[in-house]
């Protein structure tokens, strides 16, 4: 059964840092393409970063420089570590697999919750 479960978000500061984390199975996280999204209320979901099976990443402009994707292939994780966060960032944020997308699936998970604010 493909989950998706996504946890470590939160209340922080602007500027703070904040990694979430994502529980995968059913699926091998080594070698799918993983990304993580995030989605406001009214707007649509905006991709956020990207981890193909080969290691290679990519981000989105607005996070460019200040987030990192990872994974844990042995314990089938997927990581997004957030430094100098800014309010514009909060947001549901979740993990998917590309296949899915493009497949048309649904799979996703509940996300965790950001707000950056003081």
């Known amino acids: 059964q493909v989950q998706f479960v996504e946890s470590g978000g939160g209340l922080v500061q602007p500027g703070g840092s904040l990694r979430l984390s994502c529980a995968v199975s059913?699926?091998?996280?080594?070698?799918?393409?993983m990304n993580w999204y995030r989605q406001t209320p009214g707007k649509q979901r905006e991709w956020v970063a990207g981890?193909?099976?080969?290691?290679?990443?990519d981000y989105g402009d607005s996070v460019k420089g200040r987030f990192t994707i990872s994974r844990d292939n042995v314990k089938n994780m997927v990581y997004l570590q957030m430094n100098r966060v800014k309010p514009e960032d909060t947001a549901v944020y979740h993990c998917?697999?590309?296949?899915?997308?493009?497949?048309?699936?649904?799979?996703w998970g509940q996300g965790t919750h950001v707000t950056v604010s003081s």
């Open positions: 981890l193909t099976g080969i290691g290679r990443t």
């Open positions: 059913g699926i091998a996280v080594s070698v799918n393409t």
């Open positions: 998917y697999a590309l296949q899915f997308v493009q497949s048309g699936h649904n799979y």
